[in-house]
């Protein structure tokens, strides 16, 4: 499958997620979350060494994180799916 650039994750988790960086203390990974009204917190993390592309391993495990599969995330990734439908999906899977 499509390996994607750091960088590129990094965007769809602060442009299209609105997703807000954080900062953990003594971790190398950069942090992001996100506040869905009447859900915990989404919290997730990215290796902040850009030089490498992230493949099927590590999208599965942020997909986990997000609380998505990784088709989901793909579909963020290549903009099938805007942050509205992502919303949703989340919350139906919540329930």
Known sequence: MTA????????????????QPIS?????HGWFELQIQGLPTITTKLATNHNNDIGDELISRMSRQLKI????????????????QYIMIVCSNNN
């Open 69 to 84: 599969t990784p088709k989901i995330f793909r579909g963020l990734m290549d903009c099938h799916i805007q942050k509205e």
């Open 4 to 19: 994607y650039n750091p960088k590129d994750i990094e965007n769809m988790y602060v442009k299209k997620l609105n997703m």
């Open 24 to 28: 953990k203390k003594g971790d190398s």
